[in-house]
């Protein structure tokens, strides 16, 4: 979460805090804990990280909250108590690759698939179960999902599906605070987590593209070719990235968001072609998730909120303790594996490994934007694992081009992560750009605009009004009160 606090006084300066919620590896992790069975980092008990997000709700609530914890958690008990099935939701519960999920698995069934058939768009949901577990955490804070008898219950259902996490896990776990990790990006303030986000990749990827006169040069193939490129040397530049606590060369990752060593790094960039992957010397793994959310808010005093929250891959770890509602994360997906590549054929990075306590690399980028005088411009984010913050990159880099926050965010997008070896497509982006990337050495996949990928949202302010926009990708709407 990234947090902008505006000036208490009309000459003042806004300060802007990161709040790192991020799940934790329990304290019996280890190393080599999925060599012999690495599904066990996806599905089941296992897979399960100690999660962060009440904590990290809580502290920012303490520290700038203004309605009472309890009015603020009651609508969330309201709707889990009953709702309608949603466009997204409804299409995510029929994928054939969660049928066994649903209609098999009795803890699932019950609320999925309640009459032997997966419930669809329009059809009435409840959670009952879960709807009485935040009825505990608005009345008990936080405590009441930490201790007592949710946490046991939790606990059980974790230990029953073969994980090793304990009370002492949950009780422990403590949220990270910091000023935000700062940068500029053509006279404006950039503001974004510090590793293990993303945040530093971001600013990495924006240094480089801010040496091109992108603006009055507008959308060229060659444009386009050279913030793909960016991409490429960002993905190479986030295999350094991991839990800062669990290294012992910070300069690695300090380094990342500097304009000095993009201006090292920008001497590698051609205009005539792009190259193999050993070029931009990456290190190597790229965890996905798709379970991701993202909200971006700002209110009428200036104070701005740009929150990300995963499970990771779309139902998680697909444990739910039925006593409680929980739907558990499988966040340790996220660490890599000795010895074993991901589906990509990636070889692990080292940084990365599972060790106890340690935090997972995250592709979230809350991110929060002034304009040169330190007024509030900007507040986005996004979900899609590898492809949130080239997702970001690209809506930051199409407001320049001149488009409204709406357009900025439909626009066809772009993504190159190294491996697999090909520039992924939206099927709207045009064709003739895609021409001058496949004349410059690119393999070009188009791929359907319908299907999972990154989805953006943001709020922002221009010349005294408030626009908003919530990408169509994942059927979001933007919304003020």
């Known amino acids: 979460m990234t947090v902008r606090v505006p000036p208490s006084t009309p000459n003042g300066t806004s300060e802007v805090w990161s709040i790192d919620f991020r799940e934790t590896a329990p304290a019996l992790a280890n190393t080599t804990m999925y060599e012999k069975d690495p599904i066990a980092s996806i599905f089941g008990g296992l897979s399960v990280g100690v999660p962060g997000e009440l904590r990290g709700l809580e502290e920012a609530h303490n520290r700038w909250g203004r309605l009472p914890w309890a009015r603020l958690v009651q609508p969330s008990v309201d709707l889990a108590a009953g709702w309608t099935v949603g466009v997204e939701l409804g299409r995510r519960i029929n994928l054939d690759m969660f049928a066994p999920l649903m209609t098999r698995n009795p803890d699932w069934k019950a609320i999925f698939a309640p009459r032997g058939v997966r419930l669809r768009e329009g059809d009435p949901i409840r959670r009952t179960n879960l709807s009485r577990t935040l009825a505990t955490i608005a009345t008990h804070g936080a405590d009441g999902f930490y201790h007592g008898e949710i946490a046991d219950s939790l606990i059980k259902k974790i230990r029953a599906e073969g994980g090793v996490m304990s009370h002492a896990d949950l009780a422990n776990y ?57 991409m490429r040397f960002g993905f190479a530049a986030r295999t350094k990235i991991c839990d800062p606590a669990f290294t012992d060369n910070l300069d690695r990752i300090n380094e990342i968001p500097l304009k000095s060593f993009s201006t090292e790094i920008f001497k590698n960039m051609t205009d005539d072609t792009t190259h193999p992957p050993s070029y931009y010397q990456p290190i190597y793994d790229v965890p996905e998730d798709h379970g991701t959310s993202h909200v971006s808010v700002a209110d009428q005093d200036g104070m701005a909120v740009s929150i990300t929250s995963t499970v990771n891959l779309v139902f998680g770890s697909q444990v739910m303790d039925p006593v409680t509602g929980v739907i558990l994360n499988d966040e340790m997906d996220d660490f890599s594996i000795p010895g074993a590549p991901n589906a990509f054929g990636l070889w692990p990075s080292p940084f990365n490994y599972p060790e106890p306590h340690k935090r997972p690399l995250s592709s979230t980028v809350p991110l929060i934007m002034e304009y040169a005088d330190g007024s509030f411009l900007l507040s986005t984010g996004g979900s899609g694992g590898s492809k949130i913050f080239p997702a970001v990159f690209q809506v930051m880099l199409n407001l320049d081009w001149g ?8 626009y066809g997008r772009l993504h190159d992560q190294l491996y ?19 004349n ?29 926009a919530s990408d169509s990708r994942k059927n979001g709407i933007a919304a003020g009160y």
Do not use: C, W
């Open 174 to 230: 403590r949220v990270k605070v910091e000023r935000a990790l700062e940068g500029t990006y053509r006279g404006r303030k950039v503001y974004t987590p510090h590793a293990p986000t993303s945040g530093p990749v971001l600013l990495h990827m924006l240094n480089l593209m801010e040496k091109f006169d992108l603006p009055s040069e507008g959308r060229t193939g060659l444009n386009v070719h050279r913030y793909v490129e960016a």
């Open 403 to 410: 488009y409204d926050i709406s357009s900025a965010i439909e």
């Open 420 to 438: 697999p070896e090909y520039v992924e497509a939206d099927d709207i982006y045009p064709g003739e750009l895609l021409v001058e990337l496949q």
């Open 440 to 468: 410059r050495g690119h393999r070009i996949q188009v791929e359907d605009i319908n299907r999972v990928a990154a989805v953006v949202n943001a709020v922002m302010k221009k010349d005294g009004t408030v626009f908003a």
